[in-house]
Structure formats: C-alpha cells, structure tokens
C-alpha cells in the first residue's frame, strides 16, 4: 500500500479531526502529498496540497483559516488539521500524490489512498 489514509469520524460543528495518511519513504520524499474531498454528489475537489519538499503548501478558498496541512518526515506522514469544521465539510476525504505541485486534474495523481469518512454535525 503506497498510501494509507485513517482519522476521520464524527463530530459536530465548531469540533476538529486530524487526518493522517502515511505514504511509503519514495512517495513521500517525491511527490506532492494533497488532501481531496468529495461529498455525496458533488464532484471530487482539492482541499490542501503539500509539495514534494514540504516548503510550500496551497488551500482551497474553503479551507483557508481552518486547515492546516503538514508532513511529519519522520513518519513519512502527511496530515490534515481540520479545525472549526462546519457542516459543509462533510465528505469523504482522500489523500494522493503526484509530481505536480497546486491545482490539478484528479488524473494527474499517481496515488490515491483509501477515502476516510468525515462527518459533521450541526
């Protein structure tokens, strides 16, 4: 398993989630580590990117202020603080990588881990 996503749950409004999603030593060292949403009926969209050095990171207008995406080397671990989270964060929440750093189509991701479901509740 290249990628291997967990800590998502329920939670109500105003609560916080960590996600974490440990990625194999080349994966991590290499790609650009993201972290993509996709609620019920609603197209798969980028939350937070993290690039393959781990200087710089992205968010999505929604995330902003709230999110925080981070790698530990270490643990060749990537994660996703989710902070003050609302209702409309409800989704499935994915984490994959690819060679290209920012905005992108999700065919341009080399490797996706498994969804974990995250849940809020108003």
């Known amino acids: 398993v290249q990628l291997q996503a967990f800590g998502g749950g329920l939670v109500q409004a105003g609560g916080s989630l960590r996600l974490s999603c440990a990625a194999s030593?080349?994966?991590?060292?290499?790609?650009?580590l993201d972290w993509l949403r996709q609620a019920p009926g609603k197209a798969r969209e980028l939350v937070a990117t993290?690039?393959?050095?781990?200087?710089?990171?992205y968010y999505a207008d929604s995330a902003k202020g709230r999110f925080t995406i981070s790698r530990d080397s270490a643990k060749n671990t990537v994660y996703l603080q989710m902070n003050s989270l609302k209702p409309e964060d409800t989704a499935v929440y994915y984490c994959?990588?690819?060679?290209?750093?920012?905005?992108?189509?999700?065919?341009?991701?080399?490797?996706w881990g498994q969804g974990t479901q995250v849940t809020v509740s108003s």
């Open positions: 993290s690039s393959g050095n781990g200087v710089s990171t």
């Open positions: 030593g080349r994966i991590f060292s290499t790609y650009a």
């Open positions: 994959a990588a690819s060679l290209l750093y920012g905005h992108k189509s999700t065919t341009q991701y080399d490797y």
